[in-house]
């Protein structure tokens, strides 16, 4: 059986330059050579991202088998088309937990436990574990944070080590760095670069390939003086340059030669056809029609807590070849009166309301779903914006004065949103949500049916309340469709309004499943439905 290979990815100076979109963009150019395992380390101390606030960590990405990890999972499935699993990320609080056990269980044989090796070797077996169960061709390790970073200093290291136990041949080093541009020179400057990648060898690792977050693409000039300090061929250097679209970046990469240098680095010899993707590509820079989309939500502060909302809406405009334009709303500036309902969607042709916790912004929402149902305007619904859906409708179609969710009113007389039974006696926060892929049976005849075109449907979930089932035979009787139930028929997956030209809403999280090759038919079908209301 061939070795595996595995490609270690590093980034330094600071965060947010895309080294996840870089990862999953060389993850893309590899995958013709075999299957393909991502693997994620992050240094934070949670177990998982799922208590951490969005605004603080960007989205939690939620994985078929209900994991919450990281957001880089979202860009590794969207580039990969692959499902994830949970125990491919690798957080210091999972390695922590798992030592401290052992050690409580008398597994160390008396020894005094230390970061190194006793937490690195955890690393190292939890990855080649994971690789076991797996059978990968190719590795993707990407480390979280800066090289520096205290915390990701037990993944640095550990990486170090897996040269030596893999053999050389098996193994490739690629660092994300930073040159920036100073304008008042004019010129790209290399010295953050070079401080980076020497502190990256001082932890013992040599890159093969450095990548270059920058402005513009570099002039052998400049790749020239970096790789003389960095002890690294030019041609080694590729620059990730500002570009259109993500999704351009494994073009951006092929076209620089990275793919040849990993291949003959690790004795690989794929070459992906890309021309299906390139074409995609070409629709999102040169897109024929524009829609503008209101999202509603309050965590808009921070783009990336809907970083999957938006590729999904990218992958519907790519397909519609329309260029997707995103009205940001904060719904406590609706609730205080700082902005109108109507003033502020103005000249929106879709509104979608995403998922979320708590009361802050919710009778702002409530308002713009309101006029969205009342005024013919395309909406979506995602998850919380299935359940204020319902609240709106019961309040304002169904006459229930003060229907609610028992989330947001404890004691309303309608509570046509309740907790989950199996919820009731649940007190840990942490992954104790109804989490991950469930079926969904739909109606047939319902336009969701048409656009799945099929009888079922399998979604991810990420939430703790409900339709009240109660309520169902009274919202359906005024005209609200439950148009996709849970396989027993107890819960209610997916709701639209018949007399509307699009009024839809899921309690999954439909923008997970999407992908640039293959969109989701909900947001597919909400893009299409808000070109008509152009």
Not at 440 to 458: H, K, R
């Amino acid at each position: 059986m061939p070795q595996t290979k595995y490609v270690v990815v590093t980034g330094g100076v600071l965060s947010g330059l895309g080294k996840g979109c870089a990862t999953a963009a060389l993850g893309r150019l590899l995958k013709c050579d075999g299957k393909l395992l991502t693997v994620k380390c992050d240094g934070y101390l949670n177990v998982d991202p799922g208590t951490m606030n969005p605004v603080e960590h960007g989205e939690v990405f939620v994985l078929h088998d209900g994991g919450e990890v990281d957001m880089d999972f979202g860009h590794y499935e969207r580039f990969l088309d692959v499902e994830c699993k949970s125990r491919w990320n690798l957080t210091s609080g999972k390695i922590f937990n798992s030592v401290i056990s052992k050690e409580r269980k008398g597994e160390y044989l008396g020894k005094t436990i230390q970061i190194f090796p006793h937490v690195s070797n955890e690393i190292k077996d939890w990855i080649f574990s994971v690789v076991k169960d797996e059978q990968p061709d190719i590795v993707l390790i990407e480390i979280g944070g800066t090289v520096g970073d205290i915390e990701n200093s037990w993944f640095v290291e550990s990486a170090r080590q897996l040269k030596r136990i893999v053999g050389a041949e098996n193994m490739a080093y690629i660092h994300l760095t930073y040159v920036p541009f100073l304008h008042s020179v004019g010129e790209p400057k290399t010295k953050v670069a070079q401080r980076d990648v020497a502190l990256l060898r001082e932890k013992g690792i040599t890159p093969d390939i450095i990548i270059c977050r920058s402005k513009d693409a570099l002039p052998a000039k400049v790749k020239e003086k970096l790789a003389l300090f960095c002890d690294i061929e030019p041609t080694h250097i590729i620059t990730s340059m500002d570009i259109d679209t993500i999704y351009e970046m494994p073009l951006v990469f092929l076209k620089q030669g990275m793919l040849d240098i990993i291949n003959q680095r690790l004795g690989l010899q794929g070459k992906p056809d890309m021309s299906a993707w390139e074409v995609l590509v070409q629709k999102i820079k040169q897109p024929t029609k524009e829609v503008s989309i209101a999202i509603c939500g309050k965590y808009t502060e921070l783009k990336d807590s809907y970083a999957s909302l938006i590729e999904a809406l990218v992958h519907a405009g790519a397909h519609l070849g329309a260029k997707i334009t995103l009205r940001w709303i904060e719904t406590t500036d609706i609730e205080t009166g700082k902005i109108c309902v109507g003033e502020t969607l103005k000249g929106v042709q879709g509104v979608l309301v995403p998922g979320g916790f708590g009361s802050r912004g919710v009778e702002g929402k409530i308002l713009l779903i309101k006029h969205a149902r009342e005024n013919k305007i395309p909406f979506l619904g995602i998850c919380y914006g299935l359940q204020l859906a319902v609240v709106e409708f019961a309040q304002n179609v169904c006459g229930l004065a003060g229907a609610h969710s028992t989330e947001v009113v404890p004691q309303t007389q309608h509570p046509v949103i309740d907790l989950l039974p199996e919820q009731q006696q649940v007190s840990a926060k942490g992954g104790t949500m109804r989490l991950g892929a469930c079926k969904a049976v739909l109606e047939e005849g319902s336009l969701v049916a048409q656009l799945y075109g099929a009888s079922t449907a399998v979604e991810r979930h990420r939430h703790r309340y409900e339709v009240n089932p109660a309520y169902h035979e009274k919202l359906r009787a005024r005209g609200m469709r439950l148009s996709g139930m849970s396989e027993n028929r107890l819960l209610v997956e997916f709701i639209e309004l018949s007399d509307h030209p699009f009024f839809v809403a899921t309690q999954a999280h439909n923008e997970l499943t999407s992908r640039l090759e293959k969109p989701n038919p909900l947001f597919y079908g909400f893009v299409r439905a808000a070109l008509v209301h152009v």
